[in-house]
């Protein structure tokens, strides 16, 4: 089971300690539909929903209209979308699965780290555009990514004369040099 840190949650604190220990020390939960875990539901799905686009949470809910703005998060440095809590904090990106070490457009070709597995962050761009997700081997990731209705984008990589990879509105350009292996 894959631990999730709640403590900063709004709400958080205010849950029964005995249900707080169930989830933070992982324990395996009998009936999760018993409403004693409502509240941990309504905490998880104002986490996940909080940076969810209004017409995304419309359409979904088939309703006309929604009061009130989603939290901004930062851009991913990938695919652009802002899925990112802060930079450089390792967070993965739910668009292309990105995970930001803090590298940006001084020196995307170069691969820093390894978090993306060998994979430079201009090529994780040019693979996003190319096939969904920042490394197309795995496919593993094609049905767990979000909808990139789901997000505001923040930032534009797009392709320029089939031979460079740009964001839009900078001077960033890079010229596409595939891998022989790809």
Not at 18 to 24: A, C, L
Not at 39 to 60: A, G
Not at 171 to 177: A, C, E, P, Q, R
């Amino acid at each position: 089971m894959t631990l999730e840190d709640w403590s900063g949650s709004k709400g958080w604190s205010s849950l029964p300690k005995s249900i707080r220990s169930e989830f933070e020390l992982g324990e395996e939960i009998e009936n999760p539909e018993l409403e004693k875990y409502d509240q941990v539901l309504m905490i998880w799905l104002r986490n996940r929903l909080q940076s969810v686009t209004n017409d995304f949470l419309c359409e979904k809910l088939n309703i006309e209209k929604i009061i009130g703005e989603p939290v901004k998060l930062e851009s991913c440095p990938c695919c652009g979308y802002r899925t990112i809590g802060a930079r450089g904090n390792y967070d993965i990106c739910k668009v292309c699965w990105w995970e930001d070490d803090g590298q940006d457009n001084q020196h995307p070709e170069r691969i820093i780290g390894g978090p993306n597995y060998g994979i430079s962050l201009a090529m994780g761009r040019y693979n996003y555009l190319s096939y969904g997700l920042y490394d197309p081997k795995r496919t593993d990731l094609i049905r767990l990514k979000a909808d990139e209705n789901e997000f505001e984008r923040g930032r534009i990589f797009e392709f320029a004369d089939n031979k460079f990879l740009t964001e839009k509105g900078t001077d960033w350009k890079w010229k596409i040099t595939l891998p022989n292996n790809v």
